[in-house]
C-alpha cells in the first residue's frame, strides 16, 4: 500500500475561541486529485489555510510520510505545499 501524500488526522482550527474545524480526518494519495467543496461558511477555507500554516491548528498533518504539523508556512512551501487561490 502506498504511502498518503498527504494525510490529516483529528485537525482543529478555527479564529480566536471560533473553532470551525473540528476533528477533520482525510487522504489523499500520490497522483490523486482532492476537491473541498461546500456552501459559503463551512470551513473550505479554513481547512487550507490550516494545512498550508497560515492558521493555528491541532491535529496531525503527515505531507510525503513526514509530520509537518510544526512546521511555519516557509518551510510547508519549501517543501511544495502551497495554496494557488482560483
Do not use: C, D, F
Not at 8 to 14: C, D, I, N, R, Y
Not at 60 to 84: C, H, K
Amino acid at each position: 500500500m502506498n504511502t498518503p501524500i498527504l494525510k490529516v488526522e483529528g485537525l482543529h482550527a478555527g479564529y480566536g475561541k471560533a473553532e470551525v474545524l473540528r476533528g477533520i480526518t482525510l487522504q489523499a494519495a500520490p497522483g490523486s486529485i482532492v476537491t473541498v467543496i461546500g456552501p459559503n461558511g463551512a470551513g473550505k477555507s479554513t481547512l487550507l489555510g490550516a494545512l498550508m500554516g497560515v492558521l493555528p491548528a491541532s491535529g496531525l498533518i503527515e505531507y510525503a510520510g513526514e509530520s509537518i504539523t510544526s512546521l511555519p508556512l516557509e518551510e510547508r512551501v519549501m517543501q511544495g505545499i502551497a495554496l494557488v487561490p482560483e
